[in-house]
């Protein structure tokens, strides 16, 4: 009777634990909540320039994907603030070699796409990298070199002329070329402000 009665506690005391996890876990938990916005609005950039991309290069070819990237890219990544419901977000496309100066790393941005790099070439499997920032939130995740990115990325020699020509126009002083699959080709990095008092 007396292990029956053990046992009983036991278990009791194992459901209240339970309990008490699931009302916790159902609490907003600081920084959680910003850690998946950030992560929400780097998903929905990156898929918004790859389906925009990959619609561009079926109806006009390569050429078309630089145009996306020369007038729609910032803009896109413009958008992604309002599409997630939080106009205070910033959120931004950074690279060591940029194309876009407007896409120029900040002195923390440079050093985490160093660090990046470094693992990277170690065999690291890349993982965002979030950190608290005055109150808020910095959220960076890498982006590796895909296929479809050497199009415009990819070694110079081995462009279509016309996308040569027309990154040349464009962009006089580009960084933003020899790149093979799997390289490191930048960052996206969000910064959500301190939620106000």
């Known amino acids: 009777m007396r292990a029956h009665t053990q046992f009983a506690a036991l278990l009791l005391a194992a459901l209240l634990l339970l309990a008490a996890g699931r009302l916790a876990t159902a609490e ?8 998946a916005l ?5 998903d929905e950039l990156m898929a918004a320039l790859k389906n925009e991309l990959q619609a561009a290069i079926q109806k006009g070819g390569p050429v078309a994907a630089v145009d996306i990237c020369s007038t729609r890219a910032q803009a896109l990544t413009a958008e992604i603030p309002a599409r997630i419901g939080r106009p205070d977000v910033t959120v931004k496309r950074t690279s060591l070699k940029f194309r876009n100066p407007a896409n120029r790393p900040t002195p923390e941005e440079k050093l985490l ?3 990046f790099a470094a693992q990277l070439q170690e065999g690291k499997t890349l993982q965002p990298v979030t950190q608290a920032n005055g109150g808020g939130l910095s959220y960076y ?5 895909e296929k479809l990115c050497l199009t415009c990325h990819g070694d110079p020699t081995q462009m279509d002329s016309a996308v040569r020509a ?6 006089p002083r580009d960084r933003a070329v020899g790149f093979a699959a799997g390289d ?12 106000p008092q």
């Open 166 to 171: 027309l990154l040349r126009q464009r962009y």
């Open 141 to 145: 995740r890498p982006i590796i070199t």
């Open 113 to 115: 796409l160093q660090r």
């Open 28 to 35: 907003p938990i600081t920084g959680t909540n910003d850690a």
């Open 38 to 42: 950030a992560k929400r609005a780097a």
């Open 184 to 195: 490191l080709r930048g960052m996206v990095s969000i910064t959500l402000p301190a939620a």
